[in-house]
């Protein structure tokens, strides 16, 4: 509901969060993506800090990232 009345307000980008208390999942992503127009960027933010966090989000659809670190540690293979 937030992204369908972000949308129709005209707003540039949505975002999931603040980081501070909620994490970004790639799932919630994806239905932000499909939910705004494709010309409304997503940020995800909060619990991003791996290089593997970062392309799950980006693959779901964000556009912009908010991570909980300077510098993401790459993921274990």
């Known amino acids: ?3 369908r009345l972000a949308n129709k307000a005209g707003a ?3 975002k999931t969060s603040t980081g501070f208390t909620a994490i970004a999942t790639a799932p ?3 239905v932000m993506r499909r939910t705004v127009a494709p010309e409304t960027g ?3 933010a909060g619990g991003i800090r791996t290089s ?3 392309q799950h989000s980006i693959v779901a659809g964000a556009n912009g990232l908010g991570a909980s670190a300077a510098i993401l540690q790459a993921a274990q293979v």
């Open 1 to 3: 509901m937030a992204c």
């Open 12 to 14: 540039e980008f949505v």
């Open 28 to 30: 919630d992503v994806a």
């Open 52 to 54: 593997a966090d970062a």
């Open 42 to 44: 997503v940020k995800a």
